[in-house]
Nanobody, 124 residues
């Protein structure tokens, strides 16, 4: 069982930045691929970014490319997402996910564990 705890969400003005963190309880954290997803009110959960087990491979949703950066520190069992140039469309609950396949993927079905989410609100 892997527990994931997100942090770093909050209220920010359009154009601002936030850094999300996700701390994992897994002793074998470095063997998991990690992903970030988000769900806005009234919408389905959507993929944002993912990183493979080593950090050497990443993938992003087109809507965030060039503005968001996913990274990980395996020694700290933590994955991050730096979000820059935020716009109101980014308002959502952001979820961290861990997948034992170890490969970065945009498909939610490959992730085995999910966090409780952290709220990000971007004001215009």
């Amino acid at each position: 069982q892997v527990q994931l705890v997100e942090s770093g969400g909050g209220l920010v003005q359009a154009g601002g930045s936030l850094r999300l963190s996700c701390a994992a309880s897994a002793r074998t954290f470095s063997s998991y691929a990690m992903g970030w997803f988000r769900q806005a009110p009234g919408k389905e959960r959507e993929f944002v970014a993912a990183i493979n087990w080593s950090g050497g491979s990443t993938t992003y949703a087109d809507s965030v490319k060039g503005r968001f950066t996913i990274s990980r520190e395996n020694a700290k069992n933590t994955v991050y997402m730096q979000m820059n140039s935020l716009n109101p469309e980014a308002t959502a609950v952001y979820y961290c996910a861990a997948g034992s396949s170890a490969f970065a993927s945009s498909r939610p079905g490959v992730y085995d564990y999910w966090g409780q989410g952290t709220q990000v609100t971007v004001s215009s």
